[in-house]
């Protein structure tokens, strides 16, 4: 989904038009009546599952907001606090309160059941319970840094999505990392960090298998559209340039074009080989954390791999993998030409 593109639409037929909402998820959009019958066989299972966890997740939150507060970080406590729900967001430490663990897990379990729609009401939603997830627990125990960060990528968000990415291989996934005052740690990410910078940071053994998958798609998608720019700047040889910046731009995200070495035609082809130099080091690191990755992304699939529970740590290979292809696979294919970049490494890899 490109910056260009975010729009609902009916599921159906794609129209834009006099669209109505399904009443009981709310992430699903129709232009009427006969689409959302047609539809209802194929949505109904997973429709009733998110309504459902939307139900416990407010009488759960509604069960925390009726507890006292308890004095979790006395210390700093600056007044009273009304309740336990208020007190475990003030003090960044949800997932480590027992009381609050249902919650996280209907919470991750909604995300999950979310990721099972593609329309952009359910990403947009996804994110949402995502950041919440990560500003009440910034230790991110439930690593849900693995799924918002792809998310990030189909809402277009690429410079928000490449911080995240550097502040998490620079510290936050640090199994050593400071985490004595989280949410003020987590009020610094650095943001507009540089895009086309190296990788090197993305190496570092602690840094997720997911996220390095993430970060090969920033670099990918970047690179396609500084050679979107490098051909239309050849076209504008033939063709009046206001045609050409019309269409070349139109294909570029927002935060792409922000940058004067991407925009300027007479660096494209530096920049080109330097994005490419950066994607080959990135395939050949996650090929060797994990061989099966990437020939997992590659194919073709009707559904992503099976729900992964909140209280399951993927640390071993196959667990690893579905979750690494479960929470990225939507967002190499939105992106045109993405997995077509990978094919053509596969094949230079694999036949050596």
Avoid at 33 to 62: F, N, P, S
Avoid at 240 to 264: F, T
Wanted: aromatic share 8%.
């Amino acid at each position: 989904m490109a910056d260009s593109t975010v729009v609902t639409q009916c599921i159906i037929c794609n129209t834009t038009i006099k669209l109505r909402k399904c009443q009981g998820c709310h992430v699903v959009s129709y232009c009427g009546r006969d689409h959302q019958a047609y539809d209802w066989g194929l949505h109904k299972m997973i429709c009733k599952c998110l309504k459902k966890l939307q139900v416990d997740l407010h009488r759960e939150e509604q069960r925390l907001r009726s507890l006292p507060g308890d004095g979790i970080r006395p210390e700093f406590h600056s007044g009273p606090i009304e309740s336990l729900f208020e007190e475990a967001q003030e003090y960044a430490r949800f997932w480590e309160i027992p009381e609050t663990q249902e919650y996280m897990t209907i919470c991750h379990a909604m995300v999950q059941g979310l990721l099972e729609i593609k329309t952009l009401e359910a990403v947009q939603e996804a994110q949402r319970h995502c950041t919440f997830m990560i500003w009440v627990n910034p230790p991110d125990d439930l690593d849900i840094r693995d799924i918002v960060v792809p998310l990030y990528i189909r809402l277009g968000a690429i410079q928000r999505c490449y911080d995240e990415l550097k502040w998490c291989a620079e510290e936050g996934s640090d199994p050593l990392y400071d985490w004595g005052c989280p949410r003020e740690t987590m009020q610094h990410i650095e943001a507009n960090r540089d895009i086309l910078e190296d990788v090197n940071d993305f190496l570092r053994e602690y840094v997720s298998l997911s996220l390095k998958v993430a970060v090969t798609l920033i670099k990918v998608t970047v690179l396609l559209q500084v050679q979107s720019l490098r051909n239309a700047a050849i076209l504008s040889k033939r063709l009046p340039q206001e045609i050409v910046d019309c269409v070349g731009r139109q294909a570029v995200n927002r935060d792409v074009l922000k940058r004067k070495e991407i925009v300027d035609s007479e660096c494209h082809e530096s920049v080109i080989k330097k994005l490419e130099m950066q994607i080959r080091i990135m395939y050949v690191a996650v090929k060797r954390d994990s061989p099966q990755v990437w020939s997992e992304l590659l194919k073709p699939r009707q559904h992503i791999p099976k729900y992964v529970s909140a209280r399951q740590k993927y640390r071993n290979e196959p667990e690893s993998v579905q979750a690494v292809v479960r929470y990225n696979y939507f967002s190499w294919i939105e992106t045109p030409g993405a997995l077509e970049v990978i094919k053509d490494l596969a094949q230079h890899f694999d036949t050596r």
